[in-house]
């Protein structure tokens, strides 16, 4: 098994999708010959010529919105904004068209496309390149969001992404499509979207995030565990639209406590919703608040002071501290 | 430039349609000629250094000699950037080798009271403008204080957001309308931004209300990869602006006295209530789309030395040899001043460059909300105990 990065492993995704698919093509800004600006589609014009791999015109809500044309033609369009940011040039496109069609057509044309996008901090990008904004798309129904946190699940996710028969949100964490590498397996895989998963089994607490914060999630988790005798579980979200209640409610049912972490700005974040769905499920087994962590309600500070909105393991470990020890 | 029809243009479809990319093509064709009808061409000052001499401006040599310094400045900022960029000491950055004189021309005929809404690739107009060079250094090494306009300057923070501004530079120049001040504002953007419907949307709003506007399109051939050909399918891309009924006109960016000449025209329209004006720029972005960018991977080095033979600073450099404005070593010293300048500023940039995050929290709102107060205390806390001042 090869050990990928993220963005390699994303590309490969892409690679099998087209390989196995004809009606699968690419649409984006700078995608072509410069395989996108972080390189996830490197190649791939090489080898499926420009009418599969598409260089647009600068225009995202341009890119969207004939992204839906093409689905509804029968195509499996896999568009790239450049940074998540500028999904908002193609908010119109995706609140009334992409996760719209299907019901508005009364399910004659179901809107089978992806739209992928870099998102997050963490990478001293200019203004604008660092947010995080999945709760937006979460509120719109219609739409799956899903945010891959590795090389191995983002190619598995992509996957399944573009198999799916509804339009997905793939919010990529920029942050860590370097990071590190991962192995992956040869053949095809597919994670189910929808699904989270328990990556570390702890008695204590659970640990909820996803994406990029699911690097300083386990940071944590390690040095509680071997620095405070605290035993954290760790569930990755994965899939934020539709979200894998059950797994999550399991978790806390087990542990009693819970600690949230995310990016994103708190107000209306994705950890509130957690929090309303985890006190819907499982009130009575809880031994302590839930907390979150989350980026402030401000816009995303400029990168010289980025590290200090960003969630750090030291800030978790100080909330579960606090959590576990708390006496109601 | 020959003179050229809508046919041409409708049937130069496809990969070969042959794109005049800069109007100094043809050093001695006619200056002010007809580009397609509804758009007129300008350029005054040719690749070679010859002016047409009836339509040089006639500025003094006072004048003459900061236009020049100003161009040089800006090439020596960019430069003294990127060096610094590669040495680790500045953020990613986006240069503008080559665009001098569409930046200077663009706004050398604005005065104090007029506006300037600028995207990113301007730090040269933003200098002119007054943005002292330590604070654009700050910007774009991710200290947010550099982007506050500096205090007497009527000019917006810089756009990231391709296209994004045009409309609030429109409702800026719709504002002085309304109060009836004869402000101007001049708002530019690249050929890549013409692709976006807000850019399509501030062309209309200006024309339907006679906005005192002007567009000023940098047309640099390339938006990151993808080359203007495929980014829009008429040529010129003035003819834009015919489109929304707005005065259009295509000017050689790489001579600065057409930008200026073009400039000026279209500001006192603007300013007598004559509405809004589109000057396509046709330049050439010389160096990397941004400091992150390769562009080997998309374009040949022979494109590229091309358009070393229009550069807009040797082309004036001849000019103000033959008009006996200065001497070689008169330009010389320029280039050296400049030099001194650009170090200076890095220097106060350098005693200046102190990351604040306890502002974090500041001007999110003009009132801050109560539950707002109570997360910037726990992030200053937070500070607190990571010892950070
Ligand atoms: C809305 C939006 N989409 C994408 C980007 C990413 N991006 C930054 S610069 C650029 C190309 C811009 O080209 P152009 O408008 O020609 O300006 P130039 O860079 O040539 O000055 C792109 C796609 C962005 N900043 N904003
Ligand atoms: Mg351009």
Redesign the pocket.
């Known amino acids: 098994m090869p050990e990928l990065t993220m963005v390699e492993a994303l590309n490969r995704a892409l690679d099998e999708a087209m390989e196995h698919d004809p009606d699968v093509l690419l649409m984006g800004?700078?995608i072509g010959v410069n395989g996108g600006v972080f390189r996830v589609t490197k190649d791939l014009q090489a080898k499926y010529g420009v009418n599969r791999v598409r260089d647009t015109p600068?225009a995202?809500a341009g890119i969207v919105g004939t992204g839906v044309g093409m689905a509804i033609a029968g195509l499996k369009p896999v568009v790239e904004i450049?940074?998540s940011g500028?999904t908002m040039?193609a908010f119109d496109q995706i609140e009334q068209n992409m996760a719209r069609y299907h019901h508005r057509s009364r399910g004659r044309y179901p809107i089978s496309m992806v739209l992928r996008t870099p998102y997050g901090g963490g990478i001293h990008a200019v203004e604008h390149h660092s947010e995080s904004r999945e709760a937006y798309w979460a509120h719109t129904p219609g739409l799956k969001v899903v945010v891959p946190s590795g090389p191995r699940n983002a190619r598995g996710l992509l996957a399944a992404a573009i198999d799916d028969p509804d339009p997905v949100i793939f919010y990529e964490p920029k942050a860590v499509y370097r990071a590190f590498r991962e192995e992956v397996p040869d053949t095809p895989e597919r994670i189910p979207l929808g699904t989270a998963e328990i990556v570390r089994d702890g008695r204590d607490i659970t640990l909820i995030s996803y994406g990029a914060m699911m690097r300083p999630t386990r940071e944590a988790a390690d040095d509680l565990a071997e620095l405070h005798g605290i035993d954290p579980e760790v569930v990755d979200l994965r899939s934020i639209s539709p979200m894998d209640t059950d797994t999550l409610a399991a978790s806390v049912a087990r542990t009693g406590r819970c600690v949230i972490v995310h990016e994103g700005p708190r107000n209306c974040g994705v950890a509130a919703e957690i929090i309303a769905r985890l006190n819907e499920e499982v009130f009575e087994y809880l031994v302590a608040p839930i907390k979150r962590i989350t980026g402030d309600d401000i816009h995303f500070p400029y990168f010289q002071t980025e590290e200090h909105y960003l969630p750090d393991p030291d800030t978790i470990i100080e909330a579960v501290r606090e959590t576990v020890a708390f006496d109601g | 430039m020959t003179h050229r029809t809508m046919d041409s243009v409708r049937s130069s479809k496809g990969k070969n349609r042959r794109t005049p990319r800069s109007a100094d093509e043809d050093a001695n064709a006619a200056r002010r000629t007809i580009a397609t009808p509804g758009v007129e061409d300008l350029r005054i000052l040719a690749a070679d250094g010859s002016v047409d001499r009836d339509l040089d401006p006639h500025l003094d040599d006072d004048e003459l000699l900061r236009i020049h310094r100003a161009m040089v400045l800006t090439r020596v900022f960019d430069q003294r950037m990127l060096t610094m960029q590669r040495q680790g000491q500045m953020g990613t950055f986006?240069p503008g080798a080559g665009q001098e004189a569409t930046q200077i021309g663009q706004v050398y005929p604005l005065t104090e009271r007029d506006w300037f809404s600028p995207?990113y690739?301007s730090f040269g107009a933003q200098i002119w403008r007054g943005w002292e060079m330590e604070r654009l250094m700050l910007l774009w090494d991710g200290f947010f204080e550099g982007f506050a306009p500096p205090p007497g300057v009527r000019d917006l923070p810089f756009s990231?957001?391709?296209?994004?501004h045009v409309l609030p530079a429109v409702g800026v120049a719709m504002g002085m309308q309304y109060r009836e001040e004869d402000s101007v504002m001049v708002t530019n953007?690249?050929?890549?931004?013409l692709s976006?419907g807000v850019v399509a949307e501030g062309l209309n709003f200006a024309a339907v209300n006679q906005a005192p506007i002007v567009f000023v399109c940098?047309n640099?051939g390339?938006?990151?990869s993808t080359r203007v050909e495929q980014q829009c399918h008429v040529d010129p891309l003035a003819l834009r602006g015919v489109g929304f009924g707005v005065p259009s006109i295509r000017v050689d960016g790489n001579d600065v006295l057409a930008m200026i000449v073009a400039t000026r025209e279209a500001i006192e329209r603007a300013r007598h209530g004559g509405g809004p004006t589109f000057i396509e720029a046709v330049t050439y972005?010389m160096g990397v789309?941004t400091t992150a960018d390769d562009p080997k991977v998309y374009r040949t080095d022979d494109e590229v030395e091309a358009w070393e033979d229009r550069c807009p600073l040797r082309r004036f450099g001849i000019y103000l040899l033959g008009r006996n404005v200065t001497d070689q070593a008169g330009l010389e010293r320029i280039q050296q001043e400049c030099e001194a300048e650009v170090l200076a500023a890095r220097d106060r940039f350098r005693s200046r460059a102190h990351a604040k995050p306890r502002e974090a929290f500041d001007f999110v709102f003009a009132d801050m909300p109560d539950e707002l107060a109570r997360q910037r205390q726990a992030y200053l806390e937070k500070l607190d105990r990571k010892g950070v001042e």
Request: glycine share 10%.
């Open positions: 800004e700078d600068l995202e450049q940074f500028f040039q | 986006a995207s690739r990231i957001v391709i296209g994004s953007f690249g050929d890549g931004a976006q940098e640099n390339w938006a990151i972005r789309h």
